[in-house]
Structure formats: C-alpha cells, structure tokens
C-alpha cells in the first residue's frame, strides 16, 4: 500500500530554501510512490491564533475556554472548517513531515498556531487517548529544520542554545498525541555560515544539503525513532515510577552531552 | 526613579485565570510606585505571523526575507505600526513580564509571534548587539506562566514534559537579546487537578496562588535572575572554551534532575 505523506510547510516565501525543501520532498516521496499533500500555511493564510471569533458554536458563550470549545465543536461536527482541513489530512497521513526555519528557538508563529487549533481536544486527544494511546499512534512524524548558524554553534556547546534541547518541546508535543516521532532533519547554516560572503561557494553548500535530504527521504525506515518513556515508566499519579529505567533516553543524551 | 513595567498577556479570554494575573500584576506594580503598561495581544488583534504583507517598503520586492526586510524597515523607519508600538514598550520598559498559558508545551501563538515580529532584527538584535552586549541589557523580564496539570507532572520526573526545560528556548531568547531573565512563576494546576470537581477547592486553590503571586511581584528583587554563560566563556567561534566553567547552571541544573 502507498505511503500517504503530509507536509506542513511554515515559511513566507516560496522561493525560501525551506520551499526548496518542501518541494523536493514532494518530488521524492510522490517518485517512491507515496501519495503527498502539501500543507503550505503561509498560501493557505492559515490563522494562527485560537480566538473566540472561531467558533460558530459555543458550548459556553459567556466565557472562552480552549478546550471546553474544541472538543464541544469536535462532538458538533463545527470545528472550522481551516481546522478541519488540516485534522483530516493529519488523520490521512501516515507520515507528517513539518518544514520550518528555527526563529527565536522555536516553531514560526504560524506553526504553533497550526500544533494550537489543529491538534484539537477531543479531535487529536483526550486525557485518555494521548501518547502510546494518542490518536496518532502508528504514524510517524518527523521535524525538517533549518537553522541560519552554522552546525557548530547549534551544538550542545554552541552559543545558539542547543538546536536537538531546543527541539524537545515540539517532539514532546508530537509524541504526546501518538506519532512515533523520527530524528530530525536538521540543516544549518542556511544564512551562509560556511562560505561567508561567497555566494557560490554558499549555493554549492545548499545544493549539497538538499542531495542528502533526498537520500534521507528516500531512506525514511533508516531514521532512528526517538526513544520516550513507556507508558508503564509512570505511575498512575503520571510520575516516573521509582524504577523507571530512564527519563527519556533522547532528553538524558542531551542532558549527558551538556554535562561532559 | 519609578520602575516601568511592561505586561505582555496573551489569552483569548478576559475573565480567564491568566486575566486575572495580568490585572494583578497591574495592580500590585501600580500600587508599589511603577508605571505600567499592558499589551494584551488579544484585544490588539496582534497578527502573529511574519509576512511581507505587514511591509509597505521592501528592500527586496522580489524574494521576501524576514532579516532582510526587518533590518532595511528599522533603518528606514517603516516597520509595522504594529511592531513599532510593541518595540517602544519594550524599549520604555525596566521590566517585561510575558504572561501567557503553556499550550503545547511552547508560547500560545500570538505570543510567539510576538517574538517573530516584535524581537526585529536591527531594532532589538544585531550579530554584535546580543546577549551581554543585547539592546535590552539592564532589563529585567520573567516568564510568568500557567499550566493546566498539577505540579508534580509538570516536574523534571513528570508526564508532562519538565516545564522548567519546555521553558528553556523562550528564556534563551530572552537572554539573546540582552534581558536579565529572572526565574519563572510557574502557577500549575489552574485546570482543576488538585481539586477534582469540586469548584470551591479550586477556587481556594486558584485564590491562594494569586496571593502568592502580588508577594512575588512585591518583592521582584528577591526573584534571582537565571544564570546564563558570560561573554567571555564563549570563543570567536562561538563554542564554550574548553575551560568554560560550564554550559549554562540553570540547564546543568535540569540537566542533572533528568540523570538523577
């Protein structure tokens, strides 16, 4: 059966190396024959604030709650209709893809956006269908990011923070709703980084980045998973059990790494 | 001199807890002596995402690049009115206080693009005006936050992710652009874990934290202030120096708790 690809594509101008990216994705998977959607949020002007003026329905007209109104919209059949769009092509997919710039240590405001009105409660998760449970158990979601640092200062003992630490909370987030979440493709120094000044040396880098994402893509079953807890490392109160084996063993590398 | 306070809230809902923080933070500062100013991002219908829509001059027509476009506007004095509103508080400011929910693990939407837009390149950083040498050094912010979930699964050994790391790209981008970040209020539980059903308990609890919250802002210099790498560990590449004396205390500290 054909892989069903979705790619979410958070950047304001197509012409971007992250449209670039988008693109080959696209030209990759559809030639490995997968079937692929393309979520382009920037054409689509999808709003990224969950507001009130939303809903067409309220549970609760007098005071907005998030996700009093998400999961009453859900059982309504009333979520909006740009939400709805993008949670039918969640649930289609069985690989999620989300192409994106780092900006100020995390996802652009579009895309936050998206993970804040599309991943619904009562549509995407409850308390009880979240992680090993999540509705998105047995898809696979990855993070496609570049960075305009070079690698080096993105690193456990770079001055941009630590890129793979500053990840965790958007893993988590994918993770919490089910996806078994694949090691991200991370590009950095896309603002020439490497070549200083010298525009091809520059485009050669880049055109190189984007022979490998094509590997990558070709070969997405080489990935590793990252490793997160079981659901049988907590206990019922949602704590580590005194003989887990571990906080997750992605999150313990990063912590290993900016100890040594 | 008095103190001037900037409180960014960002929730949909007035009457919500985080309403109520952003008006008792108003009223305890205004009380001690400060003058205060609130951008509330949801009665100003802030737009969150970056675009080239919100430029009326362009640098380059052709090819939209957000650092590009910042830069040139700053210099030209044609950033967004929007932006350049949000820019003068945060200029005017001793102190900026973000208050906001934690959703998916990050910023709510409008909050982080806030950052995106607010947080211009030129206006507010340059390669060489960041971090110790950032344009808003000798400020103070802080990152008031609330969570739904009790404290306990918000904690380094929770299911819900370790908040104090979740908080770590939102305080590193504070500190990149000069801020002395203090320690976080982190109010958890607002949605009721500690109480169950019953509404009074709640309502005890919820009052209880507001008055621990006017003691805090009371007595903000008792706050200590995160501790971040100085300048002078890093080399001109950009890397902590071998004898660096560590990468930042504040993640070791989370950092040991995820290996403890």
Known sequence: MEMKVLIVLAHPEPQSFNGSLARLAEETFVTGGAEVRISDLYSRQFE???HARHFSQRKNPIRF??????????????????????????????????????????????????????????????????????????KRAM????????????????????????????????????????EPSLITGVRGGYAGNDAAIQDRYLDTRLLEQRLRLTNLDSIPVIPFNAESDWNDRRKLKPRAPVYSPFIRHQAKLLLS
């Open 48 to 50: 990224p604030d969950e």
């Open 143 to 182: 993070l496609s990011v570049t960075t305009g640092s070079p690698a080096e200062v993105c690193a456990h003992n770079g001055q941009e923070g630590d890129t793979q630490l500053i990840l965790w909370p958007i893993h988590y987030a994918l993770h919490y709703v089910g996806f078994s979440v694949l």
């Open 65 to 138: 709650d998030v996700q009093t109104e998400q999961r009453f919209n859900h059982h309504q059949g009333t979520l909006p209709v740009d939400v709805t769009r993008e949670i039918d092509d969640v649930l289609w997919a069985d690989f999620v893809m989300l192409q994106f710039p780092l900006w100020w240590f995390g996802l652009p405001a579009i895309l936050k956006g998206w993970m804040d009105r599309v991943f619904a409660y009562g549509a995407l998760y409850t308390g009880s269908h979240c992680f090993q449970a999540g509705v998105c158990r047995g």
